[in-house]
Structure formats: C-alpha cells, structure tokens
C-alpha cells in the first residue's frame, strides 16, 4: 500500500478506535463489487443507460405499469443472486467494536442485513418491501429462484403488477421515486444518528441527491469527524477529516484491521 494511503488509514482509524457512536452512510458504490451496477459511473451507471422518468417517477408507473414493475422485479432477482461483500461485512464487523452504531444507506437493497448489519435505516426504500398504490399495504415480495438471475437489467423485462387483495390497487416497488418524499420516521432517525455521533462514514455515494446527500453537510456544520471512502472524487470531500481513495471492498477492511489490530 502507498505510504500516503497508510498514513491516511492510520489517522481515520485512530479517530474512529476512540469513537463510541458511530453513523455510516452507504450508496450504491458499497454494492458495486457485488454487481449491482451504480447510477452514475460513467458507461455502467444506471441512469446512463436508462432514463431516470422512463422508470424512477409515479408518473412512470402509471403510464406503463409492466414496464416499470418488470424492471424493479428484474433488479430484486438480480440483488437475490448477489451475495454480499467485504464491504459489507466489514461494516457488519464494525458495529460490536463501537457503543452505538447507525447504518444509513441509499441503497434499496438487502445485501447489509444479508452481510448481519441490523437496525438499517433505508433512504429510499426496499426492493423487498413493495405496497399498494391506493391503500400503501405493504407486502413481502415473494422470493424467486436465485437461478432466475440475470446480469444486466434490461427494459425488456415487462410483468404485469398484482393487486392488491384488499382494495385492488396496484402494488407498486417499495422504493422512493424522484418527486417523492423519504419515509420521514427513518428520514428523522437518520439525522439524530448524525447529529448524535461522533464519527460518520461515508462510503459509496456520489452526494448528489437531496436530501441524503445533506447528511455529510450537516456532520460538517456539527464539527463531527468525518471518513469519506469512494475511488473517486466527489462534492463530499471538501467536507471529510480524512479521504480514503479506493474500492469500499479493499479499503473498509484495511481501516478496521488499522483500527482494531488485536481483533484480526
Ligand atoms: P451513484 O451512482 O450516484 O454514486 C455511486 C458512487 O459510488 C460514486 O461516487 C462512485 O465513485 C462510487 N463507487 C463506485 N464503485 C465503488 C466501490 N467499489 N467502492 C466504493 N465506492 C464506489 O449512487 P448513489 O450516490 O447511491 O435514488 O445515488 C444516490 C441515489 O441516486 C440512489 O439511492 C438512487 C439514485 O437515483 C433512488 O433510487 C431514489
């Protein structure tokens, strides 16, 4: 490892040994080294080979239901097939070292509940938790083969919806669409874990999307430390005590070993 990198490693570790709560911030990058392809990364971000409004609006759905719940469904049963990876589990790994740990994510997949991360606080909703868009019952989606896999999400996929059983609405993707609201219990949960903690992490997100991407900022205007974890840089840099450089898979690891020596 560059001694620069190590060095950085060793400070960001130091500052989060002597933490006692701790907040995390996830995004699609944690999950890149799974295969879930992120939003934005040139060539395979999602929102480069899909438009955002064609699949990501009520409006969408509404227009063409088997288009957009075809395309969620193709998502859910590729997440299914995907297996968790190490940085997921390292961030699983950190929550018995620290007094308290919050883990918020973007992300509307379960690979960190799969990896043993409990309590997750999910932004923008659940792949898993789809609802009725009349009378918003929710529903457990049920679980396909794992052989149903498919690599890349194409729009092909078109699958009718089901109805809701008690008043015959739609049921729609459990996730949150642009124009809509987060869940303001987990959304208010998110700040006071910021607000409270003495350290957040942030791993995986480009910071572009309000209002999660404004937790970072209010970190920084509460003096808290702050580790930014992304191969790339982002607008979240100017407000991170430390700025780790690389894939979440290599570098989480790599902190927690710096960090908790003894436990490896
Ligand atoms: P983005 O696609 O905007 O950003 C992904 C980030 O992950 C980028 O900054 C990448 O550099 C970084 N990245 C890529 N590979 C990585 C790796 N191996 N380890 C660590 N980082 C890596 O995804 P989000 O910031 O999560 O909203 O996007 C936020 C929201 O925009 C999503 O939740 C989604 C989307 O529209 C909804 O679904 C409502």
């Given at each position: 490892?560059?001694?620069?990198?190590?060095?950085?490693?060793?400070?960001?570790?130091?500052?989060?040994?002597?933490?006692?709560?701790?907040?995390?911030?996830?995004?699609?990058?944690?999950?890149?080294?799974?295969?879930?392809?992120?939003?934005?990364?040139?060539?395979?971000?999602?929102?480069?080979?899909?438009?955002?409004?064609?699949?990501?609006?009520?409006?969408?759905?509404?227009?063409?239901?088997?288009?957009?719940?075809?395309?969620?469904?193709?998502?859910?049963?590729?997440?299914?097939?995907?297996?968790?990876?190490?940085?997921?589990?390292?961030?699983?790994?950190?929550?018995?070292?620290?007094?308290?740990?919050?883990?918020?994510?973007?992300?509307?997949?379960?690979?960190?509940?799969?990896?043993?991360?409990?309590?997750?606080?999910?932004?923008?909703?659940?792949?898993?938790?789809?609802?009725?868009?009349?009378?918003?019952?929710?529903?457990?989606?049920a679980l396909p083969a794992a052989d149903e896999h498919?690599?890349?999400?194409?729009?092909?996929?078109?699958?009718?919806?089901?109805?809701?059983?008690?008043?015959?609405?739609?049921?729609?993707?459990?996730?949150?669409?642009?124009?809509?609201?987060?869940?303001?219990?987990?959304?208010?949960?998110?700040?006071?874990?910021?607000?409270?903690?003495?350290?957040?992490?942030?791993?995986?997100?480009?910071?572009?999307?309000?209002?999660?991407?404004?937790?970072?900022?209010?970190?920084?205007?509460?003096?808290?430390?702050?580790?930014?974890?992304?191969?790339?840089?982002?607008?979240?840099?100017?407000?991170?005590?430390?700025?780790?450089?690389?894939?979440?898979?290599?570098?989480?690891?790599?902190?927690?070993?710096?960090?908790?020596?003894?436990?490896?």
């Amino acid at each position: 490892m560059p001694s620069v990198q190590l060095q950085r490693i060793q400070s960001a570790a130091g500052m989060l040994r002597h933490a006692t709560r701790v907040a995390v911030m996830t995004g699609a990058g944690i999950s890149a080294e799974s295969g879930i392809a992120t939003f934005r990364d040139a060539l395979t971000g999602v929102w480069q080979r899909f438009r955002a409004e064609d699949l990501a609006t009520l409006q969408a759905f509404r227009r063409d239901p088997p288009l957009v719940w075809g395309w969620y469904e193709a998502r859910r049963k590729q997440v299914l097939a995907s297996s968790p990876n190490r940085g997921h589990y390292a961030l699983a790994k950190l929550a018995p070292q620290v007094h308290q740990l919050t883990l918020i994510t973007q992300n509307v997949d379960d690979l960190h509940e799969r990896a043993g991360s409990t309590g997750v606080l999910h932004l923008h909703g659940s792949l898993f938790e789809p609802r009725c868009v009349k009378c918003e019952m929710r529903f457990e989606a049920a679980l396909p083969a794992a052989d149903e896999h498919q690599r890349g999400v194409t729009t092909d996929e078109r699958e009718t919806p089901p109805l809701c059983p008690d008043c015959g609405g739609m049921i729609r993707p459990g996730v949150v669409w642009f124009g809509e609201s987060l869940p303001q219990d987990v959304w208010q949960a998110a700040k006071k874990a910021v607000q409270e903690c003495n350290v957040l992490l942030i791993v995986g997100t480009s910071g572009v999307v309000q209002p999660a991407a404004g937790l970072a900022e209010l970190a920084f205007r509460k003096r808290k430390g702050i580790i930014q974890i992304n191969p790339s840089t982002t607008g979240q840099d100017r407000f991170a005590t430390h700025v780790l450089t690389g894939a979440a898979g290599t570098v989480l690891p790599q902190l927690l070993q710096a960090a908790w020596p003894e436990q490896e």
